[in-house]
């Protein structure tokens, strides 16, 4: 009897840790503090390929073998997803789009910011 209290305490916290170990979805709201997301020096070249490649865009939609015949491992194929809107309604899970990464949770806010940003400049190749 006193193996099974042991027991019952035991499972009773793991279920805790399990209940309350998962607070978010993403390491952004995670590790990052609030209002540090800075989107005043977007660029292709270090802010849109760091993301494309951090996150593994590059490996399922490389040109070798593109994911859904999409390319995101060019500057122009990466401008032209962006400038159809296929590559903000893919991240920001809108409807009508395949929710992008694929099976995956969406991206961190600021990233989805930062590619906004980039678009809103006009999809520089900077």
């Known amino acids: 009897m006193h193996h099974f209290k042991w027991r019952m305490a035991f499972l009773c916290l793991l279920n805790l840790g399990l209940i309350t170990g998962?607070?978010?979805d993403n390491e952004e709201d995670l590790y990052a503090n609030p209002g540090t997301c800075d989107t005043?020096?977007?660029?292709?070249?270090?802010?849109?390929?760091?993301?494309?490649?951090?996150?593994?865009?590059?490996?399922?939609?490389?040109?070798?073998?593109?994911?859904?015949?999409?390319?995101l491992d060019s500057f122009a194929e990466v401008q032209k997803r962006a400038n159809s809107g296929q590559l903000m309604g893919a991240i920001t899970h809108a409807p009508g789009f395949t929710p992008m990464p694929f099976g995956g949770t969406k991206i961190s806010d600021c990233e989805i910011a930062s590619i906004k940003k980039w678009i809103d400049n006009g999809t520089p190749n900077n």
């Open 22 to 24: 998962c607070a978010s």
């Open 40 to 71: 005043s020096a977007v660029t292709f070249s270090g802010t849109m390929n760091a993301i494309l490649e951090n996150r593994g865009c590059k490996g399922c939609h490389g040109a070798a073998s593109p994911s859904g015949g999409v390319i």
